[in-house]
């Protein structure tokens, strides 16, 4: 196939098995659709009524620590609970639930209400990649943990409450579904070609080059060829590893300079606090070797043409395939060209 700037086709993606529409020709069409808020980062250090920042109360009347850096808890309104005994249901394969135990924890990014980690120091995300670590040790390590998903919700798009600076960690007994798609098609890659999938992957990347944004002596980050947000991103270490507890040294600072790095180039795209969805993927807890297991983070941003249009999933995405206009490529180039300091802190200098 030569077309892949022009014309329509679909795009495979290894890790999940799942195909995306790619329709290029289409990146013209007038938008008369929903505008979105705009998308402010804010202005405050402190807010007396966030009830993340340090010394504040939350709302199950448990009071914040005076907190420098990072801070974690369990999430007052947690979505799974612990210590539940397993029971299943099954009626003819059709009727199917089992009970399901697992962890939600909250962590602060800073004390800071106003940061992000686009605005963050290079040596204070590192202490958020130490907590990611930690939590993923620790949770990992309980009998009935199999896996922990850390992600980041952020802005009111993606449906984050809260503008301060925070992530979540949800450890769990079973595998998440996309979890398990990726499980099962990394480990046949491995049984197949004797080979890691992501290993290749990035090595065939890095001869085209085309889709690389960024990248450092031990992480690049990429729009992956089947790539379905308008500017979706695939963060790789370019070591095989299968999760934070694998990092050696030098790989966490590493991790930490590739994050700023990118999530500056999302806030410099539209000069706006680009809202997206994050998180990690790495190797389940469940005390399985899981060799094929390639450590990696996702990216999944909203935003389409500017800060105010946003990608919907609706149509043919909800009953078919998700779409895209916009080609990969293109937003490889765009984000490649985005400058690397905040444009909050640009200006009177
Ligand atoms: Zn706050
Ligand atoms: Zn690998
Ligand atoms: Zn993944």
Redesign the pocket.
């Known amino acids: 196939m030569r077309n892949l700037q022009n014309a329509s086709h679909r795009r495979f993606n290894p890790?999940t098995g799942d195909w995306v529409l790619v329709s290029p020709h289409r990146e013209r069409r007038p938008w008369q659709g929903q505008m979105e808020k705009p998308h402010e980062a804010p202005a405050l250090a402190y807010d007396p009524n966030c009830y993340l920042c340090a010394g504040n109360p939350r709302a199950n009347g448990a009071r914040n620590p005076q907190y420098k850096g990072v801070y974690a808890f369990d999430n007052d309104f947690s979505a799974l609970t612990p210590g539940l005994s397993c029971e299943a249901v099954d009626e003819g394969g059709l009727l199917v639930a089992q009970s399901e135990a697992g962890i939600c924890r909250v962590l602060c990014f800073s004390e800071r209400h106003d940061l992000a980690l686009a605005r963050m120091e290079t040596s204070q995300i590192e202490k958020v990649v130490a907590a990611w670590t930690q939590e993923y040790e620790t949770l990992g390590a309980l009998d009935f943990v199999d896996y922990v998903q850390i992600f980041e919700n952020r802005g009111a798009a993606m449906g984050a409450s809260n503008p301060h600076p925070h992530g979540q960690i949800w450890a769990t007994r079973s595998l998440p579904n996309?979890v398990a798609k990726?499980t099962s098609r990394q480990a046949d890659y491995l049984a197949r070609k004797g080979s890691c999938l992501l290993c290749d992957y990035l090595a065939l990347e890095e001869t085209h080059r085309e889709r690389i944004v960024c990248a450092n002596e031990h992480f690049v980050a990429l729009v992956p060829f089947w790539a379905t947000w308008p500017f979706e991103t695939l963060l790789l270490p370019r070591r095989h590893l299968g999760s934070l507890a694998d990092f050696r040294e030098g790989e966490a600072p590493a991790l930490a300079d590739i994050l700023r790095r990118l999530t500056l180039r999302y806030d410099n795209l539209f000069e706006t606090a680009f809202p997206y969805s994050m998180g990690f993927?790495q190797k389940p807890t469940d005390g399985r070797a899981h060799e094929s297991w390639h450590f990696?983070a996702?990216f999944y941003p909203p935003l389409l043409r500017s800060a105010s249009v946003r990608k919907f999933m609706v149509g043919f995405e909800m009953l078919g395939s998700p779409q895209r206009d916009l080609t990969p490529e293109s937003a490889a180039t765009r984000l490649r060209a985005a400058p690397e300091n905040h444009y909050l802190d640009r200006g009177a200098t």
């Open positions: 890790l996309e990726e993927h990696h996702h």
